[in-house]
Each structure stands twice: as C-alpha cells, then as structure tokens.
C-alpha cells in the first residue's frame, strides 16, 4: 500500500513538472515571438518593395506626364533610394491634407513629396537630412502692379491646403480672403483663370509653372521664407531612417543625386 503511494504520489509530481515546462515554453515561445517584432524595414526587405507617397500634382517634382505616366523629381530621388537599399520603389499617390494620417496609420512606409521639415511636424514623425532646399514665393499674374504678399490690401490669394505656405497665410492681416485647393495644377489654374490676385507655392514649382501650364504669372518679391525638404518615416521606423539616410548620402557622393536634379532644375538644388 506503501509503494502504491509513493508511486502515485511520484507521477503526480511528474504531471505537474510536465505541465510546467510545457508553460514555460509556451512563454518563452510568447516573449520570443514579441521581441522579434517585424519592422518597416524587415517588411521592405523582405517584399522587396518600398512604398512612398506624394499628392502626384506638385510639378516638376511629382505629376502625372501627358502619358499618364507619374514622375519627377521626387519619382527619380525614391528610385535611386530603393536601388541603394535593393528593393522597387512603389508610389502611392494621395491628398496632401491626409498625407502625414496615413503614414501613420501604415498605409505606406515613407513620404517622398516634397515635404518641409517643420517642428510640428518632427512631432508627429521623423525626417531624414534634407534632400533639398526650397521655401514659399508669392506669385502673381504677369500684368499685376503688386509688388509683395505684404503689398497686398485685402485681397484673395490661392494655396494648396495643408502646406506651410497655408499656415503662413492664415496669419497674414492683409489677405481678405485664402482659396484653397488639393493641388497646385488647380491653384495655377485658377490663378490664370482672374479668379484670384496672387498665390503662394514652392519657388521651383512656381518658377516652372508658365511653361508646364502655360499660365503667365511672375514671383513677387523675395522669396518669403527658407525650407528643408525630407522624407517623412514613422517615429518608430528608427533602422528604415537609417537606412534611408546612408543611401541618400551614396546617391549624393556618387553623383547620381546631382544627375537627377540637374535633369529637372538644371542646377544642384540641395546647393541652394
């Protein structure tokens, strides 16, 4: 009866030491599987593609070509960048407005449009050094008398919503009246249309419009403030940064950055 007993009593301590390791296991599988958690860049890696986003309506650095075809400046920087790193550069062409919510909420890896790095922005997201220089102009039609957005008395003055130059604007006195518009293709427009005294766009942009739109319009004044322009990735996203950083620098010291912005500008414009 003894031997009974300490017989059950041995393969009860067995179940329970089995039934341990098998928990122990299963947490260690658990905590394994979190602290390999995939990160933007394993999934770039690993699918070969990068997807970048832009609004597809800022010319010459992002538009769609009388082909139907998306490219520019932006296009031609994110196909060096991808090559660099040995994967396909995607596009994915959105609304401005919404742009930084869906880098965000994933709906794409980084934001290759042409976007300012501003502090409100650096809390929301993270940039890479700039990969160029721009800033906002004021533009008005060719026989306009104006001198300056400061020169302006109460009048209406079109933008692209959710920029810088939008920001700008809304603390200007002077202005009676802001248009604003998806893209700068219909802020152009209207501006060659009389439907407005002037508007407010990047100077490269602005600069090529006449000839890409055939809108005659001229910069006013000087240009009003200064930008840097980066690409955009999640605040987590710290190695895809990285990365993305040693591959802008390799197409800079290899020349190719220099190629592709003298194919669209004529000039080095991250030397200006």
Sequence with gaps: MRKKKIALKRKTILKRMTLGLLVSMMLLTLFGCQSKTETTYDKVASSKEMTFAMTGAYPPFN??????????????IANALAEQLGV?????????D????????????????????????LEKVNFTSPYYYDGAQFFVPTDSNIENLDALQEGI???VTGTTF?????????????????????NFMALGQGRMDGLVTGKFVGLQAPEK????????????YAEEIGIAVRKDDTVLLEKLNAALATIIEN??????????????????
Excluded: C
Aim: proline share 2%.
């Design 63 to 76: 538009f769609i070509d009388s082909d139907g075809n998306l490219t520019g400046f932006d296009i031609d």
């Design 98 to 121: 919404g742009i930084l919510g869906g880098l965000t909420s994933k709906r794409f890896d980084t934001i290759i449009g042409s976007m300012a790095i501003t502090e409100a922005r």
């Design 166 to 186: 939008h920001d700008m604007l809304k603390e200007k006195e002077n202005i009676a009246d802001i248009m604003q518009f998806e893209s700068d293709v219909d």
């Design 213 to 224: 739109y055939d809108v005659d319009i001229k910069p006013a004044g000087t240009m009003l």
């Design 157 to 159: 003055v079109g933008v």
């Design 255 to 272: 020349g190719t950055y220099q190629e592709i912005s003298e194919k669209w500008f004529g000039v080095n414009i991250l030397e200006q």
């Design 88 to 96: 396909k550069a995607v596009p994915i062409t959105t609304a401005w």
